[in-house]
């Protein structure tokens, strides 16, 4: 079983930069691979950045590359996902979710485990 804690949200402006955390516990997740997925309201939860733990292989949706950059700490078993040039779009709970299985994946239902996710607010 693994434990995933986000945090690192918050209210920003618009052009304001922020990193998100996610702190995973319970057992190595070296085999992995971890994401990155938000829900804006009335929205359906969507994949916004992913990347095999071990290779580092990442890709993000096309709403936000250029702007996030998604990174891990193996030391830490820490994912995070640093959020720049932010925009009122970006305005969502941000979740942490990591799959057993090996390879990236862009569907929310592949995944195993999830964090409780963090609000980021992105005012214009």
């Known amino acids: 079983q693994v434990q995933l804690v986000e945090s690192g949200g918050g209210l920003v402006q618009a052009g304001d930069s922020l990193r998100l955390s996610c702190a995973a516990s319970?057992?190595?997740?070296?085999?992995?691979?971890v994401g990155w997925f938000r829900q804006a309201p009335a929205k359906e939860r969507e994949f916004v950045a992913g990347m095999t733990w071990n290779r580092g292989s990442s890709d993000y949706a096309d709403s936000v590359k250029g702007r996030f950059t998604i990174s891990r700490d193996s030391a830490k078993n820490t994912v995070y996902l640093q959020v720049d040039s932010a925009k009122p779009e970006d305005t969502a709970v941000y979740y942490c979710?990591?799959?057993?299985?090996?390879?990236?994946?862009?569907?929310?239902?592949?995944?195993?485990?999830w964090g409780q996710g963090t609000q980021v607010t992105v005012s214009s």
């Open positions: 979710a990591a799959r057993r299985n090996y390879g990236l994946r862009y569907d929310l239902h592949e995944y195993d485990y």
């Open positions: 319970g057992r190595s997740i070296s085999m992995d691979t």
